[in-house]
């Protein structure tokens, strides 16, 4: 298989995905002021809210679904946190898994991942093997785009339900009236398979979607937290990042 071509097909497809504004239904919103999230009084109000919609898919016989909210990073370091499986196997509590299988080249990867299972243990962990490809465009966007592969080091096994997820991907813009804040859309369409109903998938995949942005929220402002803790004293980290 000539995965540099599906990765930069699968990349353009998703950027069609961001340019398609037409017939998306809302379908769950969240404002963190109504978690427990510690931070919440510290947020700009455009932070707070997140949205999940939905549309028919193309490409499978269920729902695409988009979910957006700002996240206090730029795009740039944003993407290497939500990809890499040294970061996000650290934030994501909806992983068991995360791994890299191969190293295409610079920008293309091979990733395995093993979820934990979700809905109050309705739903058993699946595993997914990914083609993942970065790719950047003028204006700072950043979009990481995946779906799943067969690849023959890493077959399916009697442990885990292998799923695919259909073409998907994050977007990452900068926030015009911010730029060290990004705008970050995924687009989800994965196939459990097992036994599932379509109801059961189509029921927890927005609170899904909503926590794992949460979860990436959360995960920045640990970072730099620590990040401020670990910075040499009589230095802000303000004043390290303009050196």
Not at 71 to 97: C, G, N, V
Not at 136 to 164: A, D, H, L, M, W
Request: aromatic share 12%; hydrophobic share 35%.
């Amino acid at each position: 298989m000539d995965f540099k071509k599906l990765a930069d097909e699968v990349s353009q497809e998703v950027l069609a995905f961001s340019r398609d504004t037409s017939g998306w239904k809302v379908t769950k919103t969240s404002f963190l002021y109504l978690t427990a999230n510690l931070f919440c009084e510290f947020l700009f109000p455009f932070e707070k809210k997140i949205t999940v919609s939905w549309k028919p898919s193309r490409n499978y016989d269920g729902h695409l679904y988009r979910a957006e909210g700002i996240i206090p990073e730029t795009p740039a370091k944003l993407i290497q946190f939500m990809y890499l499986p040294e970061h996000r196997s650290k934030w994501d509590r909806s992983l068991h898994t995360y791994r890299m299988l191969h190293r295409i080249d610079s920008d293309t990867f091979i990733l395995h991942t093993i979820t934990n299972s979700f809905a109050m243990g309705s739903i058993a962990p699946r595993d997914f093997v990914d083609l993942v490809h970065i790719k950047y465009y003028e204006g700072e966007k950043v979009i990481v785009s995946s779906v799943s592969v067969e690849y023959p080091q890493c077959p399916p096994t009697s442990s885990y339900i292998r799923g695919y997820n259909n073409p998907c991907g994050y977007v990452c813009s900068p926030l015009p009236e911010n730029p060290g804040y990004s705008k970050l859309v995924m687009y989800v369409q994965p196939e459990l398979r097992g036994n599932l109903s379509r109801a059961v998938v189509e029921a927890t995949m927005p609170t899904n979607l909503l926590n794992l942005i949460h979860d990436a929220k959360d995960g920045i402002k640990a970072q730099k937290a620590h990040s401020a803790h670990s910075s040499p004293k009589g230095h802000s980290s303000s004043l390290l990042h303009k050196k």
